[in-house]
């Protein structure tokens, strides 16, 4: 089978430009890590196998397709691109494309495809057979489509099934005493390819199929019927559930700045208090799995531990956060989902250990999550505006455009309705801001283009006197500020209904707002004149709130009389403790039990530790010792993300790989030093049947120079022939220092 060689790869790089190189580098970012020293071990490790298949990883159908048609027609000698667009029956342009993208990424060199290509696509590329040249056969072998046309127009129809199932591929069977396939041997279509193997050759079932490497193809993406949503229904389904993102996020952060949320020892969020959140969100806790998790991308919460216990607390970026604008908020959060390599709707479910999988803790990160976003966005954003296309249609244009690296249509189907939770798509069509978001445009500009599809606040509610009121919009800023301060929300859509009760105006008035200020801003806001049921529903509230008052101590201290409460409350020693006086033999202070048992102490006092009961607790005083926290460590929710080199560190790359491929050739000497380049020249070697020096590094650890023809190279090892000693040697092939080509 024809290949290209180790030396025509490397003078194709030698031929590329600077900008070339670079290009390839970016195209293939596994080449340039770690720094090849020169173009030839760039060029062995380009045409790896592992290397290829990553390359293969991105290719649609088509240059797939371009690629198998290559690898088949070359074992009949170099291919041109006018010889696969015959072979395929598509238009020479659509091939000239792919064809360019296979030399660009050193895939086809010199109208041959890289070994590795051939070894990663299969033995029977497009499912055709090996070549006459490489079979033994007894018979005339027939090669043209006329000449198969004679010799089956007599043949039984047992041999017509058995032609038709090798010709659809794989293109070898077994002999099993069959009348067809010994009809079909005797007369030179099918050849031996072993005792008990037959095998359809290559020109034979080019000739069945008329000439063609492939039965069908498939040169563009798969049409998509699905139906269109109007611009005007994308817009306002876009932004009314991007508004609702934002608020959800909010009020993750609202209410776990008010009270930490504890998290498993295992890391994460627990099932109660996941499902507490929900209710607090209104949501199933499924989607309030989502929204943390997106609250989390974005940075907005984090785990905290004060070396007691792991609690999810708002981060600080969270402040600043929340006083932007909702179309900046709202970029923020789509910005931080593209990335986000986590799964969310994975919550819920067990893995391979039987362990349940938890909201914002392991086991919910894969590497590819974040490219099925963007691709399930770029695969959105090319079909025409408006287009709501289901899972499975999305899911048919992925497996096209890259089918050795398709993501399960459920994944699919999650990713989808994790961009219609966030806004960024509308009635399952993608709205302007997400493509602004599938083009990779930076958050301000993908905040103006949410901000360009939102309708104009309103300032103004309508309060009716069955204490509800009414927005007739989306709502200000400040106008949702007071509402969700004193008001509980009924009813969201193109209209916004909220209820006034006791308990939404007593939690107003628990944040500081007088009643007098909050009567006023209602009735400021207000189109129709403030009902006389919420002025008496507020001021009954505010008459009787704060009545009863409750606060937080870390210890408290007892004293026998007035006198002793009073030298305590005087003494400079115990200014740390911030004591205070509740009663005139009662103290309390913010400090642990154990350290004020231990300050007063120092001062000359002696105290002694009094029990939840009352009972004085005598004993170890470690007991009574608490840890003062004395530093946070806050943990960035998110995975690491590792920064590629840039064009001006390839373009640096490129010139050093440049003169040490000058150095080794001016000294005329170029081993094969790399672990890349050691396997890819005995791979070659091995091929072609030919001669090469290594230098083995011995069991005492000391370098053995040997003369020797490479068999084969398997499984991290490689059988060779040592030509000194006429013995075979099998040698691991990390124990191979270096291998180089003997002159002659």
Not at 160 to 186: F, I, K, M, N, Y
Not at 314 to 320: E, F, G, H, K, R
Not at 476 to 482: F, G, I, K, S, V
Not at 680 to 704: C, F, K, W, Y
Request: charged content about 20%; proline content about 8%; some cysteine.
């Amino acid at each position: 089978m024809s290949t290209a060689r180790l030396a025509d790869v490397v003078a194709a790089l030698a031929g590329l430009s600077d900008d070339g190189l670079v290009t390839l580098l970016r195209d293939r970012p596994d080449l340039p890590v770690p720094p090849p020293a020169h173009l030839t071990a760039l060029a062995a490790r380009a045409v790896s196998r592992p290397s290829v298949e990553r390359a293969l990883a991105g290719l649609d159908r088509h240059t797939l397709d371009v690629a198998e048609s290559v690898c088949a027609l070359a074992a009949l000698g170099p291919v041109t691109p006018q010889a696969v667009a015959k072979a395929l029956g598509t238009p020479k342009r659509q091939v000239t494309d792919a064809w360019a993208t296979l030399t660009r990424l050193l895939l086809v060199v010199d109208g041959l495809p890289v070994a590795a290509l051939l070894e990663t696509l299969g033995p029977y590329p497009a499912r055709l057979g090996p070549p006459l040249a490489a079979l033994t056969g007894t018979h005339e072998p027939v090669t043209t489509a006329e000449r198969l046309a004679q010799v089956m127009a007599d043949a039984p129809p047992a041999a017509q099934r058995v032609l038709d199932a090798l010709v659809a591929g794989p293109p070898v069977g077994v002999t099993s005493g069959e009348p067809g396939t010994r009809w079909l041997l005797d007369h030179g279509v099918l050849q031996r390819l072993g005792a008990s193997q037959v095998v359809l050759p290559l020109e034979t079932g080019l000739a069945a199929r008329g000439g063609r490497t492939h039965l069908t193809t498939q040169p563009v993406p798969p049409a998509v019927a699905a139906p269109t949503r109007p611009a005007a229904v994308v817009a306002a389904e876009s932004t009314r559930a991007a508004e609702e993102a934002v608020r959800l996020v909010g009020l993750v952060v609202r209410e776990w700045s008010l009270e930490p949320v504890p998290a498993l020892r295992s890391g994460g969020l627990g099932v109660r208090e996941l499902r507490r959140l929900a209710a607090e969100l209104d949501l199933a806790p499924e989607r309030a799995a989502t929204v943390v998790e997106l609250a989390a991308a974005a940075g907005l919460v984090v785990p905290d531990d004060d070396g007691e216990r792991t609690v999810f607390v708002p981060a600080a970026a969270a402040a600043d956060w929340s006083e932007d604008e909702l179309a900046d908020r709202w970029a923020v959060l789509a910005t931080a989902w593209t990335g986000s390599t986590r799964m969310p709707w994975l919550v819920g479910t067990r893995d391979d250990r039987g362990t349940l999988r938890a909201a914002l803790g392991p086991g919910l990160e894969r590497g590819w999550v974040a490219r099925l976003r963007r691709r399930v966005l770029a695969a959105l954003a090319e079909l025409p505006a408006g287009t709501a296309p289901g899972a499975a249609d999305v899911h048919a244009l992925l497996r096209w455009r890259a089918p050795r690296a398709t993501p399960p249509e459920a994944s699919v189907a999650a990713v989808l309705a994790e961009a219609e939770l966030l806004g960024l798509t509308g009635a399952g069509a993608l709205s302007t801001a997400g493509r602004a978001v599938a083009a990779g445009e930076e958050p301000a500009d993908v905040a103006a283009a949410l901000a360009a599809d939102l309708p104009e606040p309103v300032g103004e509610i309508l309060l009716q006197g069955d204490l509800t009121a009414v927005v007739p919009g989306r709502p200000t800023r400040e106008l949702a500020e007071l509402l969700g301060h004193v008001a509980d929300v009924e009813s969201r859509g193109a209209a916004l209904t909220v209820r006034f009760t006791a308990e939404s105006v007593r939690r107003a008035l628990d944040e500081g707002l007088a009643a007098d200020a909050l009567l006023a801003d209602l009735a400021s806001a207000s189109r129709t004149p403030l009902p006389q049921a919420l002025e008496y529903l507020v001021r009954d509230s505010a008459r009787r709130h704060g009545r009863l008052r409750v606060g937080g101590a870390g210890s408290y201290l007892r004293t026998p009389d007035e006198a002793t409460t009073r030298a305590l409350l005087t003494d400079p020693q115990l200014a740390t403790l911030g004591l205070r006086e509740l009663a005139p033999t009662v103290l309390v202070s913010p400090a642990s039990p154990g350290e004020l048992l231990e300050t007063l102490r120092r001062s000359g006092a002696a105290p002694v530790l009094e029990g939840p009961a009352g009972a004085v607790s005598l004993g170890s005083r470690a007991g009574a010792r608490r840890s003062v926290r004395a530093a946070t460590l806050v943990r960035r929710a998110g995975e690491v993300q590792v920064q590629g080199p840039d064009d001006a560190a390839l373009t640096a790359l490129v010139g050093r790989m440049r003169q040490g491929q000058t150095r080794a050739e001016q000294r005329d000497d170029l081993p094969a030093t790399d672990p890349v380049h050691t396997v890819a020249a005995l791979r070659e070697a091995a091929s072609a049947g030919s001669q090469v020096r290594v230098e083995v590094i011995g069991a005492s650890g000391r370098p053995e120079r040997r003369r020797v023809r490479p068999l084969s190279v398997e499984g991290g090892r490689v059988r060779m022939l040592d030509l000194d000693r006429e013995a075979e040697l099998v040698v691991a092939v990390h124990r191979i220092n270096a291998v180089g080509a003997i002159d002659g």
